[in-house]
C-alpha cells in the first residue's frame, strides 16, 4: 500500500483541484458534501484510531462549532472568519473540558459518557434563547456559495487528512498508537497518557467545529436536531469503520462511499429511510466480514500475492 499511497494522493488532489471548473453546481454540491463528510470522518480517527476510544459524542463538536459561529455573527456582530476561529477553539476547549473525566473511562464506558455528553448538549441548546431553542437559529449566508464552500470544506478536510498522516511518524502518533495497545504499559514506560489523550481529543474535535460553523453558514439555518443529532456522530463512526479504523485513507475511502451512496439514494428514490437501513447493513458486515474495513482487507487480498511472488 504504501508505495501507492503518494500517487494516489497526488492524483486525489490534482482532481479535487480540477473539480471546480469541470463540474455544474449541483455535481459541485455533491463533491462538497463529500468533503465534509470525509473531514469529519478523519477528525474522528483522531481520536478513535489513535487510542481506540470509541467517542460516540463527536457529533457534539460539530453542532457546538456551528452555533458558536451563528451566535458570534448573529448577536455579536463578528465576521464570518472570526466567528469561525471562535467555533474551532470552542470545540476544542469544550473537548479539553469534557475529556478530563471521561478519558479516564474505557471501552463502552467513554463510549456511553460521550454519547450521554452529546445528548446533553443537544437538549441545552433546545432550551436557550440564545440558540433560538426548538425554533433553530437562522444564519446570514453568502450568495453564489459553491465554489466558496467547496474551497472552504477542501481546506478544512485537507488540513485535517495532512495532521492525521504527519502523526503518523511523530512520536505523539506512536504513544498514543501505545496507548491503544495498552495503556498500562505505556505508562510505566513514562508516557503521559492522560495529557496526549487530552491533547488528541481536543485536536480531533477543532476540525468538527470548523466544519460545524460552515455548514451554518452554508445551510443559512441549524437546529439542535440537525447538527447535534446523533446520526452525525453514528455516520462519522460507521466511515471510519467501513473504510479502515486506524487507517490514514480509510475514513476518506468509507466517507467517499457511504456519501456516494446516500446521494444516489436520494437522487433515484427520493428518500433517506433506505440509507439508515443502507448504514445498518453496513454495520453487520463490517462486524462479521470486515474487522479491519476495505483498506485491511485490501491489504489481505495482497498478502498471499506477494508470498507466491517471492516462492517463485
Not at 269 to 279: D, G, H, N
Request: net charge positive; hydrophobic share 55%; proline share 4%.
Amino acid at each position: 500500500m504504501r508505495p501507492l499511497r503518494l500517487p494516489a494522493l497526488g492524483a486525489f488532489l490534482l482532481l479535487t483541484l480540477l473539480a471546480p471548473f469541470a463540474l455544474n453546481p449541483f455535481w459541485l454540491r455533491i463533491l462538497t458534501e463529500i468533503l465534509l463528510w470525509i473531514g469529519l470522518a478523519v477528525s474522528w480517527n483522531i481520536i478513535g484510531g489513535y487510542t481506540g476510544y470509541l467517542n460516540f459524542g463527536h457529533g457534539a463538536f460539530f453542532g457546538v462549532g456551528a452555533y458558536v459561529t451563528a451566535i458570534a455573527m448573529v448577536h455579536a456582530g463578528l465576521p464570518f472568519g472570526a466567528g469561525l476561529l471562535l467555533g474551532g477553539l470552542a470545540s476544542a476547549a469544550l473537548a479539553a473540558f469534557i475529556g478530563l473525566p471521561t478519558l479516564r473511562l474505557r471501552g463502552a464506558y467513554f463510549a456511553i459518557a460521550t454519547w450521554a455528553f452529546a445528548e446533553m448538549i443537544r437538549q441545552v441548546a433546545l432550551l436557550l434563547e440564545v440558540t433560538g431553542g426548538a425554533f433553530g437559529m437562522r444564519v446570514p449566508g453568502l450568495l453564489d456559495p459553491n465554489f466558496f464552500y467547496y474551497v472552504m470544506w477542501a481546506a478544512v478536510a485537507g488540513t485535517c487528512a495532512i495532521t492525521y498522516g504527519l502523526m503518523e511518524r511523530s512520536r505523539m502518533g506512536y504513544k498514543l498508537r501505545a496507548i491503544r495497545e495498552q495503556e498500562e504499559a505505556a505508562e510505566t514506560l513514562g508516557v503521559a497518557t492522560t495529557r496526549l489523550k487530552l491533547a488528541a481529543f481536543a485536536l480531533s474535535a477543532t476540525f468538527p467545529g470548523v466544519l460545524g460553523g460552515i455548514y451554518g453558514y452554508w445551510t443559512t439555518y441549524i437546529h439542535p436536531d440537525s447538527v447535534l443529532s446523533g446520526s452525525v456522530t453514528d455516520q462519522m463512526v460507521v466511515m471510519a469503520l467501513l473504510g479502515g479504523l486506524g487507517t490514514a485513507v480509510g475514513p476518506i475511502l468509507g466517507a467517499v462511499l457511504l456519501q456516494a451512496v446516500s446521494r444516489f439514494l436520494w437522487l433515484q428514490m427520493e428518500q433517506s429511510v433506505l440509507y439508515i437501513v443502507f448504514i445498518g447493513l453496513v454495520i453487520c458486515v463490517v462486524v462479521q466480514l470486515l474487522p479491519d474495513g476495505l483498506v485491511g482487507f485490501w491489504a489481505r487480498l495482497r498478502r498471499p500475492q506477494r508470498g507466491g511472488n517471492g516462492a517463485a
